[in-house]
C-alpha cells in the first residue's frame, strides 16, 4: 500500500521558519519526482517546489529563495524547509509523488503564518 504522510506543519509569526517532512512507503522512492503544492482558502492548488529524481530543483516564484526541497533516499522522505514565513504562505501543504503515470498524494499539513 502506498502511503504518503507529512508532518511538521503549526503555527508561526511572520519570519519565522518551520520544516515539512513527507515519508513515504510502498513506492520505489528513488525513481519518483516529489513535490510540495499548496492550496490556501479560496484560492487555486499550486505547486510550491519540486524535486526530480534525478536531484534537480524547482521553485515557485513566490518561494525562491525563502523555500529549499530536498530528499533523502536513504530514508524515503522529501522535506521543504520554509524560512521568512509570510501571511500570504497560509495553506494547507500537500505532498505528492510522480512517476509517469503512478501519482499519490498525502493528507495534507496545516501551516499558518501570523501577522
Known amino acids: 500500500q502506498v502511503q504518503l504522510v507529512e508532518s511538521g506543519g503549526g503555527l508561526v509569526h511572520t519570519g519565522g521558519s518551520l520544516k515539512l517532512s513527507c515519508a513515504t512507503s510502498?513506492?520505489?522512492?528513488?525513481?519518483?519526482?516529489m513535490g510540495w503544492y499548496r492550496q490556501a482558502p479560496g484560492k487555486q492548488r499550486e505547486l510550491v517546489a519540486v524535486i526530480f529524481g534525478g536531484g534537480t530543483t524547482n521553485y515557485a516564484a513566490s518561494v525562491k529563495g525563502r523555500f529549499t526541497i530536498s530528499r533523502d533516499n536513504a530514508k524515503n522522505t522529501v522535506y521543504l524547509q520554509m524560512n521568512s514565513l509570510k501571511p500570504e504562505d497560509t495553506a494547507v501543504y500537500y505532498c505528492?509523488?510522480?512517476?509517469?503515470?503512478?501519482?499519490?498524494w498525502g493528507q495534507g499539513a496545516q501551516v499558518t503564518v501570523s501577522s
Open positions: 510502498g513506492i520505489t522512492f528513488r525513481i519518483y519526482d
Open positions: 505528492n509523488a510522480n512517476f509517469q503515470v503512478l501519482n499519490y
